[in-house]
């Protein structure tokens, strides 16, 4: 047998075994689709898109994680991007999905935040972000992370497209203070 035909042979034994791998693989992959469709089909139902997740062992549906990923795409979608959903949810009558209006705008990103110590006052804190022209910044602040109403600290401060700075005053008294920067478009 001469290289020509060895080379042939050889190839034609690999091209086997791969075919015959790829085959066995399908297979396989066929056997789980069909058991997951034959098996998960008869769960599958309106109630499941319609109805908030129940405790575990009672019936309920996949409502809120649906809604949720649809909000948290809303939420990562660009600046002059829109997510319109429409939906309305009647817990009264046989129609318990209806359609209706809800939308969604994400905000822009803070470019920079941080919070650190401040330069000038060791017992001090300050917060730097990066600006935006056309919005607006509140900075607001409240003694539990929880509850209690957010306290504005000072005035809305305009965006300008450069880093905004701010001094956060400690309080004394106060075990934890909780800080939270509002973005909002300017007028």
């Keep these: 047998m001469d290289l020509y035909a060895r080379r042939r042979l050889r190839n034609r034994i690999v091209l086997a075994l791969s ?5 066995l693989g399908l297979g396989w992959l066929v056997l789980i689709l069909g058991a997951l469709i034959f098996k998960g089909a008869s769960g599958l139902s309106l109630q499941v898109f319609t ?9 309920g549906g996949l409502l809120n994680p649906i809604v949720g990923s649809l909000i948290l795409t809303g939420l990562a979608a ?5 997510l ?9 009558g046989a129609a318990r999905f209806q359609l209706g209006d809800f939308s969604l705008q994400a905000l822009p990103q ?7 110590r401040s330069p000038a006052d060791p017992t001090a804190l300050s917060l730097s972000w990066f600006g935006t022209t ?22 809305a401060l305009p965006g300008q497209g ?17 800080y939270r920067l509002m973005m909002t478009t300017a007028n």
């Design 19 to 23: 075919f015959g791998a790829t085959g």
């Design 51 to 59: 109805e908030m997740t129940p405790p575990p062992g009672a019936d």
């Design 78 to 82: 660009q600046t002059n991007d829109k």
């Design 84 to 92: 319109n959903l429409t939906f309305q949810l009647n817990t009264v």
């Design 110 to 116: 803070l470019a920079f935040l941080s919070i650190g």
């Design 134 to 155: 056309n919005q607006n910044y509140q900075v607001q602040s409240r003694t539990s992370f929880g509850s209690g109403t957010w306290t504005n600290l000072g005035s």
């Design 162 to 178: 450069a880093a905004s700075t701010l001094a956060l005053p400690a309080v004394a008294g106060d075990p934890a203070r909780f």
